[in-house]
């Protein structure tokens, strides 16, 4: 069985601050998404990695791809993106050829995931799983909060969940090709990741253990650690 990756890479990330899509920007001189791109294609098992661009940024990305030494045994396509990272990821989905029966779904935010962990999530979709995350324990306690009573006034906390029982959930997540193509279609409700569809079919997601270099790169504070993370490896 091949398998193929995903990666959505349309986003603004208006959370980082102003500048060029979040995926395009530069981490120890190298745009974000090729770290991700890397990463991905790192993995023996990955045949195909299939790049959903901004919008309006496909032929940047074309030739980014083009300008940077990648496995040749690996074969890159790029689509343009859409609105949302659900339509981005369907769009991507859209795109696969035939004779892929594993896809994954890696965020071009989390450029430093290790190759172990890749295999990992593949590994767990071979040995049966329809969709497989990786994930971590949480250091934080985590609390549900309900509407403030005015605005500006203090949020309520709702309820406190068992920190014990938590994961917080990264990527690359793996699926049953047909699986996550079946929830794209029928799955409307916006979901914050391919395996929350999956779960919206009733059908069973397990999770693998992920890794902390897995991070996802969102807020200012998150590209000081990712430089710290590159410089920590070329040591
Ligand atoms: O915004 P967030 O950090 O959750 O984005 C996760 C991933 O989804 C990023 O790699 C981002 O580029 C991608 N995305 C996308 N299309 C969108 C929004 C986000 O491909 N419309």
Redesign the pocket.
Known sequence: TRTAAVI????RGVRLGPGAP??LRALGGTPMLIHAVRALAASRAVSLVVV?APPDGAAEVRSLLDAHALPERTDFLVVP?????Q??VRLGLDALPEGHDIVLVH???RPLVPVDTVDAVIEAVRDGALAVVPALPLADTVKEVGAAPAPGAPEPVVATPERARLRAVQTPQGFDRQTLVRAHRTVTDEVTDDAGMVEKLGLGVVVVPGHEEAF?V?RPLDLVLAEAVLTRRRL
């Open positions: 959505p890479a349309a986003g979040k995926a959903v993106g859409g609105e949302t990272r339509e981005s965020d071009a935010a996802k969102t």
